[in-house]
T-cell receptor, first 113, second 114 residues
Framework: DQQVKQNSPSLSVQEGRISILNCDYT??????FLWYKKYPAEGPTFLIS?????DKNEDGRFTVFLNKSAKHLSLHIVPSQPGDSAVYFC????????????FGGGTRLMVKP | DVKVTQSSRYLVKRTGEKVFLECVQD?????MFWYRQDPGLGLRLIYF???????EKGDIPEGYSVSREKKERFSLILESASTNQTSMYLC?????????????FGSGTQLSVL
């Protein structure tokens, strides 16, 4: 049973618009969340993270929102650019010093020029 | 920047062969990991290692073993390859002393078992 789920396998948006990628989790012990981006033929690279003591973290065009009561987080990309086209993985762990990351299935984002 | 290098980008093996996937990191990280990536399933942890000669099973260790004789190198071994082990294999490393659970990944090895 997947503890971290990304229910949308793909998402297509127009350049300049907002991209919203969603992630749900079931384990209430998760308290640290990360987003990774993966281009074809490359390994995933860290994008942004959030601790459960916050409900929002922003880094440039990327913002992650956390709704603990709903066990839901989302990644917003504004404005979207063609170079953002990649697969995005949501991941969660119990504590930010833990060694185990549980990943979601990924969402393929396509940003059209 | 951390560099995690996986020895092969593509591998084609036959059913029953013993397969070695090699991974080397250059940042003296204590923790290393092996994941496999399959469509719709995301990344699933096979094995990880806290330090040299230490290993722990992940979520899907069956059919795999690992070796960590030196800090910088973590090998994944498929004892007898099967077609259901066709997948993208990703190695990662982490500095446990660094805040956050941020992993650094290699570029991956696409393994096909025929």
């Amino acid at each position: 049973d997947q503890q971290v789920k990304q229910n949308s396998p793909s998402l297509s948006v127009q350049e300049g618009r907002i991209s919203i990628l969603n992630c749900d989790y079931t384990n209430s012990m998760f308290d640290y969340f990360l987003w990774y981006k993966k281009y074809p033929a490359e390994g995933p690279t860290f994008l942004i993270s959030i601790s459960s003591i916050k409900d929002k973290n922003e880094d440039g065009r990327f913002t992650v929102f956390l709704n603990k009561s709903a066990k839901h987080l989302s990644l917003h990309i504004v404005p979207s650019q063609p170079g953002d086209s990649a697969v995005y993985f949501c991941a969660a762990s119990e504590g930010n010093a833990g060694n185990m990351l549980t990943f979601g299935g990924g969402t393929r984002l396509m940003v059209k020029p | 920047d951390v560099k995690v290098t996986q020895s092969s980008r593509y591998l084609v093996k036959r059913t029953g062969e013993k397969v070695f996937l090699e991974c080397v990191q250059d940042m003296d990280h204590e923790n290393m990991f092996w994941y496999r990536q399959d469509p719709g399933l995301g990344l699933r942890l096979i094995y990880f290692s806290y330090d040299v000669k230490m290993k722990e099973k992940g979520d899907i260790p069956e059919g795999y073993s690992v070796s960590r004789e030196k800090k910088e190198r973590f090998s994944l071994i498929l004892e007898s390859a099967s077609t259901n082990q066709t997948s993208m294999y990703l190695c990662a490393s982490r500095d446990p002393g660094h805040p956050g659970v941020k992993l650094f990944f290699g570029s991956g090895t696409q393994l096909s078992v025929l």
